[in-house]
């Protein structure tokens, strides 16, 4: 079975940092692409950042709205993805969910991680 | 950036009814795009990719079609379990966009 768990979440304060790990199994994960997508509290969702697979180079896209300071990294060898968030912002809370894909992406979710910004 | 325009921001129906909902792309992307269910407090499903594929295992009253800048997504018979919110992802261009959601409510 496929499967994405996200990890990580928590209450921050404005300026600092925080790393999501996004687990997966059930699949060749270095043969995916894995993506972030954010859900701010009765919001709509909101694409963060992209990584491709080795294959295709590695890189790594990112929304206007974190470029900048946010990185999406992976370790094939251990099958996570993570998203390190720095100079976090109070727009920056929301649920963060992990997808996977890039032809047709976004196929298996996480069930999400709650970050919360606040002093 | 694309800017996906989806339309109505909610909508009233009864079980049994057809519903359409509707995304329109600021300028063309083949059919790169997918279609989104979410629940409250779940995460969201893929319905649709490829613009008019049926995700396996998704039910078949669901329908996409379009291409280039407008798209549809039909649910042919509305069922109880479909009462949810419903969103529209262009993959086509970076930054990918998501359409602002459309909320499914009972009439």
């Known amino acids: 079975e496929v499967q994405l768990v996200e990890s990580g979440g928590d209450l921050v304060e404005p300026g600092r940092s925080l790393r999501l790990s996004c687990t997966a199994s059930g699949f060749t994960f270095r043969d995916y692409a894995m993506n972030w997508v954010r859900q701010a509290p009765g919001k709509g969702l909101e694409w963060v950042g992209s990584i491709r697979k080795k294959d295709s180079g590695g890189t790594t896209e990112y929304a206007t709205s974190v470029k900048g300071r946010f990185s999406i990294s992976r370790d094939d060898s251990k099958s996570i993805a993570y998203l390190q968030m720095n100079s976090l912002k109070i727009e920056d809370t929301a649920v963060y969910f992990c997808?996977?894909?890039?032809?047709?992406?976004?196929?298996?979710w996480g069930q999400g991680t709650l970050v919360t910004v606040s002093s | 950036d694309i800017q996906m325009t989806q339309s109505p921001a909610s909508l009233s129906a009864s079980v049994g009814d057809r519903v359409t909902i509707t995304c329109r792309a600021s300028?063309?992307?083949?059919?790169?795009l997918g279609w989104y269910q979410q629940k409250p407090g779940k995460a969201p499903k893929r319905l649709i990719y490829?613009?008019?594929k049926l995700q396996s295992g998704v039910p078949s009253r669901f329908s996409g079609s379009g291409s280039g800048t407008e798209f549809t997504l039909t649910i042919s018979s509305l069922q109880p379990e479909d009462f949810a919110t419903y969103y529209c992802?262009?993959?086509?261009?970076?930054?990918?966009?998501f359409g602002q959601g459309t909320k499914v409510e009972i009439k």
């Open positions: 490829a613009a008019s």
């Open positions: 992802l262009q993959h086509n261009t970076y930054p990918w966009t």
């Open positions: 300028q063309g992307i083949r059919n790169d």
């Open positions: 997808t996977r894909g890039y032809t047709n992406p976004f196929d298996c």
